[in-house]
């Protein structure tokens, strides 16, 4: 099973429309929560971390479920823009310091005219 | 500020030659880092760089190495590439000044083909 599990998708939604995306990881010792967008051939950046009450910026609405152990992110009103791959990310700590980042491997947006 | 600058873009390589990638930060961050992108899987960390002077292994480090050059600078050569190292590789940065959600800053990338 692999670590962080994402839906590859592709999700196709026409302009104007509302869309979630769902994460799941398996270790509950994880303990920092982002999503990453990366256009196609383009390096991944940070699109916003995921805070444990939830956080939004702007169309953007993260959340974060510990009990269920997954986070969803919310893309309102979507633009031809957002057409992107969204990466799910996790940080897990150990003792000492030293800290790891486990990736998903995405899931594909694809918004339409 | 190029933020994270990473080179060739692209190489095409045969069984058995060797390379370097290059990479360098001009934000003075500590730690660095190189991963490797694969369809249908998530960025795998090769090697990282904590900081100036030390390397660590990640997930997937065999048939690479590293060298933390000076603190801007965080090489990947792969000694004796095969087929399987076709990828495209990433390196990154990060402040690290012990706040957990700092991000990570990408370079552009490179396209391997190991023929």
């Known amino acids: 099973r692999k670590e962080v599990e994402q839906d590859p998708g592709p999700f196709n939604v026409p302009e104007g429309a509302t869309v979630a995306f769902n994460c799941t990881y398996s270790n509950s010792a994880s303990q920092s929560f982002f999503w990453y967008r990366q256009d196609c051939r383009k390096e991944p950046k940070l699109l916003m971390s995921?805070?444990?009450s939830g956080n939004e910026d702007g169309r953007f609405t993260a959340q974060l479920n510990r009990a269920s152990q997954y986070i969803s992110l919310l893309i309102r009103d979507s633009k031809l823009s957002d057409s992107a791959t969204y990466l799910c990310v996790v940080r897990l700590m150990f003792s000492g310091g030293y800290n790891k980042l486990i990736f998903g491997a995405g899931t594909r947006l694809a918004v339409h005219p | 500020n190029a933020g994270v600058t990473q080179t060739p873009k692209f190489q095409v390589l045969k069984t058995g030659q060797s390379m370097t990638l290059q990479c360098a930060q001009d934000m003075n961050h500590n730690s660095m880092y190189w991963y490797r992108q694969d369809p249908g899987m998530g960025l795998r960390l090769i090697y990282y760089?904590?900081?100036?002077?030390?390397?660590d292994k990640g997930e997937v480090p065999n048939g690479y190495n590293v060298s933390r050059l000076n603190k801007r600078e965080f090489s990947l050569r792969l000694e004796s590439a095969a087929p399987s190292q076709t990828s495209v590789y990433f390196c990154a940065s990060r402040r690290t000044t012990g706040t957990a959600n700092e991000k990570l800053f990408f370079g552009s990338g490179t396209q391997l083909s190991v023929l």
């Open positions: 995921v805070y444990s």
């Open positions: 760089s904590a900081s100036e002077g030390t390397t």
